[in-house]
């Protein structure tokens, strides 16, 4: 009688321990990866760098939309403040580009490996900008499920970009200046 029952356990626990060594090496949520490289690829095909407002807003997490709006009305509101003083001088503003470590922004990119833990997903992406010297150079997207959707909530910088190691980071200092 226990030998019956340690062989159906064995049954029962056997391809248990099989499942959980294939998902250890290959991840159960790499289903979501080609879903989350859809949304990297949709927005940097159609994002050109330069004014950091300017993005598909359904491609990116509402957290950063708000930094971003928030970002654009400090940036108006300085920019009227001034006009209404009379002054020429330059509003505070944010520069370059945000989704990227390099301030000219990429002209291509290449999604190179992704990892995906609970319910985030981080793309390593190679970036180049042809007319920049063919600089070429790799940062993290770090995307998130929200509303059933993959979205972009923040970009990881491999190279300091005006002191800063990620774009929540720049937004988060322009907003924090007095």
């Known amino acids: 009688m226990i030998d019956s029952i ?20 290959t991840g ?3 289903n979501n990866i080609p879903e989350a490289h859809k949304t ?3 927005f940097y095909n159609h ?4 004014d950091y407002r300017v993005v598909d807003k ?8 708000d930094k971003i709006d928030k970002a654009t009305f400090k940036q108006t509101a300085e920019a009227q403040k001034l006009k209404a003083l009379g002054s020429t001088d330059k509003p505070p503003m944010i520069e370059g580009d945000i989704y990227t470590s390099l301030y000219e922004g990429a002209t291509k990119h290449e999604i ?5 833990a609970d319910n985030m997903i981080k793309s390593e992406v190679k970036f180049m900008n042809e007319y920049y010297n063919n ?3 790799t940062d993290t997207v770090v995307l998130i499920r929200e509303n059933g959707n993959w979205k972009i909530d923040n970009i990881l910088y491999r190279r300091n970009q005006g002191g800063a190691k990620s774009t929540k980071e720049v937004l988060d200092v322009f907003l924090n200046i007095d």
Not at 6 to 25: D, E
Not at 47 to 50: I, N
Not at 58 to 65: P, V
């Open 6 to 25: 340690k062989n159906k356990n064995v049954k029962i626990i056997k391809p248990f321990f099989t499942l959980l060594i294939v998902c250890s090496a």
């Open 28 to 30: 159960c949520q790499n």
């Open 40 to 42: 990297v690829n949709a």
């Open 47 to 50: 994002y050109k760098p330069g």
């Open 58 to 65: 359904t491609k990116i997490s509402q957290d950063l939309i």
């Open 112 to 116: 190179i490996k992704s990892t995906a």
């Open 135 to 137: 600089q070429t150079w």
